[in-house]
């Protein structure tokens, strides 16, 4: 069974930065595309940035409010991901959701709040 467990999010004032991780377990490692997705209240959910698991660096992608702020990055023996968001601003605030897509099948976790407030 695959299970994708979010842990990071929190209060964060603009400008400043937060990392979530989303770890992995049930699923081999080897292929497939993992994602951050985040949706606003009132909102549709939102691209954020995803990144191939095969491969030694893992071809990335980034939605357009994000690219150039926010970094993602995987570890593969760990079966984590990670999101790295720098500069955020109130614009970012959202649920932030871990996304596993694999032959055809979306996997998404919980979900885990951040609040850009100050």
């Known amino acids: 069974q695959v299970q994708l467990v979010e842990s990071g999010g929190g209060l964060v004032q603009p400008g400043g930065s937060l990392r979530l991780s989303c770890a992995a377990s049930g699923i081999d490692f080897s292929f497939g595309l993992m994602g951050w997705y985040r949706q606003a209240p009132g909102k549709e959910r939102e691209l954020v940035a995803t990144i191939s698991v095969r491969g030694i660096l893992g071809s990335t992608t980034y939605g357009d409010s994000v690219r150039g702020r926010f970094t993602i990055s995987r570890d593969s023996a760990k079966k984590t991901v990670s999101l790295q968001m720098n500069s955020v601003s109130p614009e970012d605030t959202a649920v932030y959701y871990c996304?596993?897509?694999?032959?055809?099948?979306?996997?998404w976790g919980q979900g885990t709040q951040v609040t850009v407030s100050s």
């Open positions: 996304n596993l897509k694999l032959v055809g099948t979306n996997y």
